[in-house]
């Protein structure tokens, strides 16, 4: 039942709803038309076992729900970015707000100032994937309010950028040349590291491991993996086993001929056949690989080459999708799953990407199979 309480010192009226089996519900309003109105709402939430209590939502500003589940995200693979966006969303105009005051319009304006600066659709769903992680991990008596805006973004583009053979010619021979002013500091891991990861479509922290990073509070915000070791490399198998992979699993891959001849590179390199494969770090393959295609495309011109586009957004996690590419010419979804890790076929047919001579190939098969029965006819 609900009862009504005046205060004449405010002029304001309570609002009070008691019923069996949930707790009591308490909200002030300027007249009493609005707290007859809100206790009829409440009650028949309740009738209709719908009703969520709210209170903690009221009390609980965004910031603070948000360094709640800070502590949730530091278990995550990608903590370190994740952290990032926390920090953002501490610092926007709706970190002081409660959630339970949260609206989807809110998101919207928040969407559309992102969109006005510049920002791609598919980092503004990251950004409210975090505010989405909060409504996921905890049970605040309210909805999700980012559901409705993130229906509106679009879908990521699926990539599709290929490495063409000149393309790969150029940046292998430039590879190869590492230059730098101290011959000692030169990264010699880095043409056997790209030609590893071509072979077998394996990520980065899957061969390098991650670096550990530390934030402005000199707080460890992710510690540093290891990569491939020695003592997870079959030879006479053909196969290398990757610790604690994206998706947070351990993983047979097999090797190519290819990629054997790296690991035996690799080997002379550093002939301790204990601890990383390819002793480097993340960090320094990506600013040898940066500096390696710049000079690359700058040899490029030199030889008169036109094409604007030569190397152009062409990234080192786009080898893992030439990968996946070239080798689904020889093997089968099934096989192909082996070879790069994907746990489904809808996120392994995003990395497939089928170029010009792909689809030739696909051709010629078909010749030979009209070839085949018009002998048999």
């Known amino acids: ?12 009226w309570q609002a009070i709803v008691r019923k069996k089996g949930y ?10 038309f609005d707290a007859e109105k809100w206790a009829t709402l409440i009650e028949s939430e309740m009738i209709r076992s719908v009703f969520r209590d709210d209170k903690e939502a009221s009390e609980t500003t965004l910031s603070d729900a948000l360094t709640r589940y800070e502590e949730v995200a530091k278990k995550n693979k990608g903590y370190s970015m ?6 953002v969303w501490k610092r926007g105009k709706l970190a002081k707000r409660a959630i339970s005051t949260l ?23 990251n950004d409210l994937a975090v505010i989405a992680a909060i409504f996921k991990h905890f049970d605040y008596g309210v909805s999700n309010p980012t559901a409705k805006t993130v229906k509106t973004l679009a879908l990521a583009a699926k990539r599709s950028r290929r490495l063409s053979a000149l393309e790969q010619k150029y940046l292998m021979a430039q590879l190869d040349n590492t230059q730098c002013s101290d011959p000692k500091r030169a990264n010699k891991w880095i043409p056997l590291v790209t030609r590893f990861a071509i072979e077998t479509a394996a990520r980065i922290s899957e061969i390098i491991g991650k670096d550990r990073i530390i934030d402005k509070d000199e707080v460890v915000i992710s510690t540093a993996t290891p990569g491939l070791i020695w003592e997870n490399v079959n030879i006479e198998k053909c196969i290398v086993k990757f610790i604690d992979t994206k998706n947070g699993e351990n993983r047979f891959a097999p090797l190519s001929p290819a990629a054997i001849e790296c690991l035996e590179q690799a ?12 002793p480097t770090t993340n960090s320094a393959i990506k600013q040898a690989w940066q500096r390696a295609k710049k000079r690359a495309q700058d040899q490029y011109k030199v030889d008169g080459g036109m094409d604007p586009d030569f190397l152009v957004d062409f990234r080192f ?13 020889d093997f089968d979804i099934k096989q192909l799953k082996m070879v790069t ?21 696909i051709a010629t098969k078909m010749a030979e199979v009209h070839k085949l029965n018009t002998i048999a006819a």
Do not use: C
């Open 1 to 12: 039942m609900a009862s009504f309480k005046y205060y004449e010192d405010s002029g304001k």
């Open 23 to 32: 707790p009591t519900q308490y909200k002030m309003h300027l007249t009493k």
């Open 82 to 87: 994740e952290k990032v966006r926390i920090e």
């Open 103 to 125: 609206r989807s319009k809110d998101f919207d304006e928040y969407r559309d100032q992102r969109r006005t600066d510049g920002i791609s659709d598919a980092t503004i769903r």
């Open 267 to 278: 080997r002379k390199l550093n002939p301790v056949l204990r601890g990383q494969v390819f």
């Open 317 to 329: 996690h786009d080898n893992r999708h030439e990968a996946a590419s070239r080798w689904s010419r």
């Open 341 to 361: 890790g994907h746990k489904d076929i809808r996120s392994l047919m995003r990395y497939v990407n089928p170029d010009e001579d792909d689809v030739a190939l």
